[in-house]
């Protein structure tokens, strides 16, 4: 009894777990998806129809917030660079340099209020971002909706015990191995 009073006094118990998060979310129809859902004109890759499936849910006013795309590498690599203008990719200090490819239309964005999470060639960092992310529901009464993207040769044997941890916090969020077909670079289909 004495240390439950004491704890209560300090606020109650922390860390503290929620198995469900209070706040209303609406998420797009099926309808949303229906250009997805049709037979494609031409083939396209894996990573596509997923950044394509993306952008429907950026448009969704109760989600947008809410997406966290992770990469654990180029996001070129997966033909992400379209977000780059879109939603911007996330630095706490903005951008520090005029980036080389400033000139084209999908150039090197890095934003304090981006969404990317764009984190080099660092598959743990990811792992540990998407996780975080991914238990924002229960430890925050913050649901977000985290997708890690990693290519599906390496990406997932580098982050197996994330896996299992990620498992028993009850982790809510979706890893994405790409990529199949191709993309935007020359050669890149041949590793996957």
């Known amino acids: 009894t004495y240390l439950h009073a004491q ?3 300090l606020h109650g118990y922390l860390p503290s777990r929620q198995p469900n998060f209070t706040e209303k979310l609406e998420l797009p129809s099926l309808q949303d998806f229906g250009a997805l859902l049709e037979e494609q004109s031409k083939e396209i890759s894996t990573t596509i129809a997923f950044v394509r499936a993306l952008n429907v849910m950026l448009k969704n006013k109760s ?3 809410r997406l966290v795309p992770i990469i654990a590498d180029e996001a070129r690599t997966f033909g992400m660079e379209g977000l780059f203008r879109q939603i911007g990719i996330y630095s706490p200090n903005g951008q520090q340099y005029t980036p080389q490819d400033r000139e084209q239309v999908a150039y090197y964005k890095e ?5 990317i999470l ?3 060639i660092n598959e743990l960092g990811a792992g540990c971002s998407w996780l975080a992310a991914a238990t924002s529901y229960s430890t925050n009464n913050l649901p977000m909706i985290p997708f890690y993207i990693y ?6 044997q580098r982050i197996g015990d994330l896996c299992w ?10 890893l994405i191995g790409g990529t199949s077909g191709r993309t935007t670079l020359n ?3 041949l590793q996957h």
């Open 187 to 189: 050669g890149e289909g």
């Open 165 to 174: 941890a990620a498992g028993d916090q009850q982790a809510r969020g979706f």
């Open 118 to 120: 764009q984190e080099g």
């Open 63 to 65: 989600i947008k917030d």
């Open 111 to 115: 934003d304090e209020k981006g969404q």
């Open 7 to 9: 704890r209560q006094k």
């Open 151 to 156: 290519y599906s040769m390496f990406g997932f």
